[in-house]
C-alpha cells in the first residue's frame, strides 16, 4: 500500500465511524428526548395521551392521596392550572405537599399523568431549577420559594423510580 | 489567625504561581539556566503553601469555628471527626481549594521527580500549569474564598448536607479530582510540546505514566461514586446518565484513548500530532466537567448552588484555556513532525481504532449533556436527555469497540496478520459461543440481548487471557518454560491484559444487573414475609435509635434461603433535625457478587412501612471490572521502563549538560 492509499483507508474509517455516531445521534434524538412542561403548558400544547413528558410545578396542599399498596395521588399546580398525578411506588424523602415536584410519564386516555418516576429536590428550601423557571415566568414565583439555596452538595437531588 | 493565616498563604501561593508563569519562559526564550531553574523552587514552593493553606481550613472544620462562614454553613459541633474532616470538600469552596491543592501537587511531582526532563521542557510544562493554577487561584480569592469570617459568629453550624455525611465522600472527591487534575499534566506537556515547537518518542515516555496515575485514579473515581450513588440514594441505580457523572466520564473517555494512544507514539513515534489533541481535549473536558458541577448551569441529581459570578468566572477560565490551546495547537500543529508509517491493520491502526471509537463514545456524551443546554439557550425549551439516549448512542458505538480489544495486542507493530490473530482467537471466540448458548438455553424466552453481550464479554476476557497464554507459550512449551516466560513478561503486558479483562468484567456486571435485576415494592408490617428471588426476608419489627447528630428509623429483616437462616439486614432512615433533612440508608447483603438490597420509604398510619427490595445478581462485577482495570494501570505504570525513564534525546542531553 502506498502511503497516499494508507493515509486515505484511515480518513475513510474515521469518517465511516464518525457518520454512525452521527447517525445515531440523530436517531436517538428523534425517540429519546423529554421535554419539560408545567401543568398550564401541557394544557396548552395539548400534548397527546403516551407521549412523554416531565412536568413540573408544586405538589398542591391537601391534594395527596394514599391508596392501597404504595398508589398515590397528588395534583401539580403551576398557579393557574392544575393537573392529576397517579404514580406507585415510593415518593422521594423530601416530596412534600407544597414544595416543587418534577414527575416524568405520560397522560392516559383520562387526562390524568401517570408517572413513572417522582424527583423532589433534597433541600428543602429549594426548588428544581426548571420548576423555578416555570414559575417565574408565569408570576407565580414567591421569594421565600429559593430563599436559601446555600447547601452545596454532590447529589442533593433525590428520586423515586419504579 | 488561622483564618487569616490560611488566606494569606492562598495569596502567597498566588503570587508564586505568576511568577512560576512567566519567569520560567523568559529564562527558556533567553537561554538563561538560572531563570528557568525558578520554575521548579516556585513550583515546590506553591504546593508548600497551598498545601498550609489548605490543612488549615481543615483545622478549622476540625475545631468547628463557626466564625468561618465555610465551617458554619458545613459543619456542626456534634458531627464525627471523620465527616469533619471529609465535610471540608463537600462544599464548593472547601472542593475548589482540594482542586487547586492537587494542582500544585502535581506541580511539585513534576518539579520534584522531573530532574531527566530537558531543562527547556520542564520550564515550560511548569510554567503552563501555573497558568492554570493562576487562573484558579484568582478565582477562589474573587469569587469562593473559604476563610471569610462572620462578624458575630453564631454558636453552633448549619451542619453538613446527610447525604453527604458518609465515607464515601471521604474517598470519592479526592479521588475524581486527582483524575481530573492529573491530566492537567499531560495537558501543559502538550502546551510546552506545541511552544517548543519539538515533540519526541521521549515525550510520550514522560507523558505516559503521568496520564496513567490520572487514568487510575479517575477509574478509581468514577467507580467508587457510582457505589456510593447506590447504596446512598436509596434506589439501588449505579449511574444515572446524569450531567455531573458524563462530566466525568467524558474526561474518562477522553484520558483512555489518550493513554493508548500515546503507546504508538512512545513505540512508534506515530501519531504525534493527534496525541497532542487528545491531551488537550482531555484536560479541556476536565476543565469542562469542573464547569459543568461548579457553575450550576444544568439541573441534575448533583446540583450545586448556583451563583452567575462563580459560572462566568469559570466560564471565562475554561474559554481561555480550551480556546487558547486549541488556537495554539493549530497554529503549532503543523510544525511537529509527522513520524513512522503503518499499515491499517497493525497494532497502531487497532489504536487507531480504539481511539476513533472512544471519542466518538465521548462526543455522543458531549452532546447529550449539553444540547439540553444549548437548546434552552437558543429556543427556551427545556428538554431531558437521559438513559435511553445514551443507551442508544453509546452502546451501539462500544460493541465494535469491544469486539476489538481482544485483536489489537494480537497484532504485530508495523504490519500485522489478521488472519493469524483471528487464529489464535479461535478459543476465545469458542468461550464466547458456549457462553451465550449456555445462557440461551438457561433463560430461554427471556432478554435476547444479554446473553449475546454477556458473549461479547467473555470473548474480552478470554481474549485477554489469550494474549497472555501467546505471549507465555501456555500449552505450547512446557509449563517451566511458559512460567519462566511469564517472569520475564514486561509489566505493561500483564497491565493491558488485567485492564482489558476488567472492561469486560464490568460489561459482565452491567448486563447481568440490567436485565435479571429482581425488585419488590410494598407496604410491609412487622412479621410478613417477602419472596424475592428465592430470598424469604421477614420484617422482625422496626426500633428507633438516636445516633449522634440524627434520629433513625431501623427496620430489622431476618433473611433466610430455603428455610435456612441467613443474616439479619437493618436499613434505615435517618432524620436530621439540623436541616431538617432525612436519608435512607439501605441495607446490603453480599452473596458472593450478587447482592440483596433493601430500603426503606415511608411508615404508615397503621404500623407498616414501604420498602424496597431488590435481588441484583452479579452487581458487584460492575465496581470489580473497574477496580482490575486500575490495577491492569497499576501494573503498566510499574514496568520497568517507565521507573527506567526516557532514553535523552541527543539534544536534550546537551540542554542538561549546560545546567550543571
Redesign the interface.
Known sequence: MTRKQRRLTMIGGSLAVLAVAAALVLNAMRDSIVFFSTPSMAAEKQIPAGKRFRLGGLVQPGSLVRGDNLAVTFAVADGSKTLEVAYKGILPDLFREGQGVVAEGALDASGVFRADTVLAKHDETYMPKEVADALKKQGHWKDDYGAKPSAASAKPMQGASK | MIAETGHYALVLALALALIQSTVPLVGARRGDVALMNVARSTALAQLLFTGASFALLVALHVISDFSVVNVF??SHSLKPLIYKITGVW???EG?MLLWVSILALFGGLVAAFGNNLPLSLRAHVLAVQAWVASAFYLFILFTSNPFLRIANPPIEG?DL?P??QDIG?AV??PMLYLGYVGFSISFSFAVAALLEGRIDAAWARWVRPWTLVAWIFLTLGIAMGSYW?YY????G?WWFWDP?ENASLMPWLAGTALLHSAVVMEKRNALKVWTVLLSILTFSLSLLGTFLVRSGVL????????DPARGVFILLILCIFIGGSLSLYAWRASSLKQGG????ISREGAL??NN??LT??C??VF??TL?PLALEVLTG??????A??F???FA??FVPLMLAVPFGPLLAWKRGDLYGAAQRLTAAGIAALVAIAVLWAWTRGGATLAPLAIGLAVFVIAGALTDLAERTGLFRLPLAVSFRRAQGLPRSAWGSAFAHAGVGVALIGVVCETTWNSEY???MKPDQVAKVAGYELKLDGISQRQGPNFREMIAQFSVSRDGRPLQVMTPS?RSFTT??????EAALLTRGVSQLYISL??A?ADGGI?V?IYHKPLVLLIWFGPVLMAFGGLLSLSDRRLRVGAPKPAKAARALQAAE
Open positions: 454553613e458545613n463537600g462544599n464548593h472542593s448549619r448536607n447525604v453527604l465522600l470519592h472527591p450513588a446512598e440514594l436509596g434506589w441505580g455531573v439541573t441534575s441529581v448533583h446540583a450545586f448552588a448556583t508509517l503503518f499499515a491499517p487507531v481504532l476513533l471509537f466518538a463514545a462526543a455522543t452532546i447529550g444540547y425549551d427545556k428538554i431531558s436527555v437521559g435511553p439516549f443507551n442508544l448512542t451501539p458505538l415494592i410494598a407496604t432512615k436541616r431538617g433533612m432525612s436519608t435512607t420509604g415511608e404508615s414501604a424496597r
